[in-house]
């Protein structure tokens, strides 16, 4: 870490002496490749899906049903400036539901339900909807940065002459869109470069990375072949299943793949088939305190009971030396989120990690061990697999590993408590605990 840039936490807190959140339910489409099925529709279309799933499965028509909606995305066109709203006066909520919009890049999921569960906890709401959605097929094209000061001038223009001279100064290579890229403005490097410097500075081999990926993918088949989801996924679009899944990925098969991000670097390692790639989806889950739960005769799944975020310097700080890579938030969130519970890493039964690269995971887990909180035990890791068989799609990965692992509780039919750890860009990481008593 360096002693000049040390991480700063942005948010904490701990739900326990306050009223507990129950997390009721969630539902969440298929995950699709980006430009498959799902390449028409729209943030608000995928987000409404889901949030009538909540509602018909949960009864929440009707005036007062739910608090509030607490949504985002993180490739968001104008039409989505107020996305929220426009989704539950697009949907079977009441038109009366309150709604608002809230943006982490790839913890706006996560960070949406803790928003939600704030005001739960403190008695300001009985109830409600958080989650994400996101499309890399229908991402926001921009207009040249020139083309738009020259619009913006003939808008202004007082003649038609003016007008005129304003338009002339229109070029060809002004038509060009700006078409967004995954990069960080800091640094112009893409998140998979990023991470490429990180998995170089923590020593992660490609085997273990490919090891990672086809378990994940073999989990996930496991988990839809048992059920695990049959109360979570909304088929959408002619998917009932996750695009990107394969059920018989191997390492070996992995193996053959060419490395695509830090082939600069000697000896690459991240691939594709160890990479999570663009993809577009939504989920949300329901949130709400025991005493509405109760009165509508619904069993919670799980309570969450604390949260962490926590930023790292990953432009001026130790990025070289792996301590302050873009996605290694989690590993200084998590451990303040385990002193402030009282917890250690071998209290938990499920252990969540959000699967952006398996090299992410990998350095992240070192991280931990490294900062004394122990090695995690791999067949509590990513149980029913995650974003590396998912996909990704950035605002709702938060949504759909907090549901994921309320079923996952709930199926145990015993006390037991699951840990929440995503990164996101920015630097950032938002990490949660769970809870069933």
């Keep these: 870490m360096s002693p000049r840039n040390?991480?700063?936490?942005?948010?904490?807190?701990?739900?326990?002496?306050?009223?507990?959140?129950?997390v009721v339910g969630g539902a969440r489409t298929p995950f699709a490749r980006s430009d498959g099925p799902y390449a028409t529709a729209s943030n608000q279309e995928m987000l409404t899906a889901t949030v009538d799933g909540l509602v018909e499965r949960y009864g929440l028509e009707g005036p007062g049903a739910v608090g509030e909606l607490v949504?985002?995305?993180?490739?968001?066109?104008?039409?989505?400036?107020?996305?929220?709203?426009?989704?539950?006066?697009?949907?079977?909520?009441?038109?009366?539901?309150?709604?608002?919009?809230?943006?982490?890049?790839?913890?706006?999921?996560?960070?949406?339900?803790?928003?939600?569960?704030?005001?739960?906890?403190?008695?300001?709401?009985?109830?409600?909807?958080?989650?994400?959605?996101?499309?890399?097929?229908?991402?926001?094209?921009?207009v040249n940065d020139e083309l738009r000061r020259i619009l913006?001038?003939?808008?202004?223009?007082?003649?038609?002459?003016?007008?005129?001279?304003?338009?002339?100064?229109v070029r060809p290579s002004h038509l060009v869109p700006d078409i967004p890229r995954n990069a960080e403005p800091r640094?112009?490097?893409?998140?998979?470069?990023?991470?490429?410097?990180t998995a170089r500075a923590w020593g992660v081999t490609r085997e273990a990375q490919d090891e990672l990926a086809a378990t994940s993918h073999q989990r996930l088949a496991a988990a839809y072949e048992r059920g695990l989801f049959d109360d979570l996924v909304v088929p959408f679009r002619g998917l009932t299943r996750d695009q990107n899944l394969r059920p018989d990925s191997t390492p070996a098969e992995l193996a053959a793949l060419k490395p695509v991000f830090g082939a600069e670097q000697p000896h690459p390692t991240m691939t594709a088939g160890n990479s999570t790639p663009l993809t577009d989806g939504a989920a949300t889950v329901l949130l709400a305190s025991d005493?509405?739960?109760?009165?509508?005769?619904?069993a919670p799944l799980a309570h969450l009971t604390a949260y962490e975020t926590a930023a790292v310097d990953f432009v001026e700080g130790d990025v070289v030396g792996g301590e302050d890579g873009l996605l290694m938030a989690p590993a200084y969130a998590v451990p303040r989120?385990?002193?402030r519970a009282g917890l250690s890493l071998g209290d938990f039964d499920f252990i969540e990690v959000h699967e952006a690269f398996a090299s992410q995971v990998l350095a992240t887990l070192a991280a931990?061990?490294?900062?004394?909180?122990?090695?995690?035990d791999r067949s509590r890791l990513n149980v029913a697999g995650s974003s590396l068989a998912t996909g990704h799609p950035?605002?709702?990965?938060?949504?759909?590993?907090?549901?994921?692992?309320?079923?996952?509780?709930a199926e145990r039919d015993t006390p037991g408590r699951g840990l929440i750890s995503l990164c996101a860009a920015g630097g950032q990481g938002v990490t949660a605990i769970l809870e069933r008593h």
């Design 394 to 409: 950035f605002a709702a990965t938060g949504a759909r590993i907090v549901a994921t692992l309320a079923i996952l509780l």
């Design 291 to 298: 005493d509405w739960a109760e009165a509508r005769g619904l």
């Design 187 to 197: 640094t112009g490097l893409s998140m998979g470069e990023h991470a490429a410097v």
């Design 368 to 376: 931990w061990e490294k900062r004394g909180l122990g090695t995690v």
């Design 71 to 142: 949504a985002g995305a993180v490739l968001k066109h104008s039409r989505d400036y107020n996305l929220a709203r426009e989704t539950v006066l697009g949907s079977k909520l009441d038109a009366r539901t309150p709604a608002y919009d809230i943006q982490q890049a790839c913890g706006t999921g996560l960070q949406a339900v803790v928003a939600a569960a704030n005001k739960i906890t403190l008695g300001q709401t009985e109830s409600a909807i958080a989650g994400g959605a996101d499309t890399a097929s229908d991402a926001p094209l921009g």
């Design 6 to 22: 040390p991480p700063r936490t942005s948010t904490a807190g701990t739900l326990s002496g306050t009223r507990p959140v129950a």
């Design 152 to 169: 913006l001038e003939v808008r202004r223009a007082k003649s038609p002459g003016a007008r005129l001279r304003a338009l002339a100064r």
């Design 337 to 339: 989120l385990l002193e």
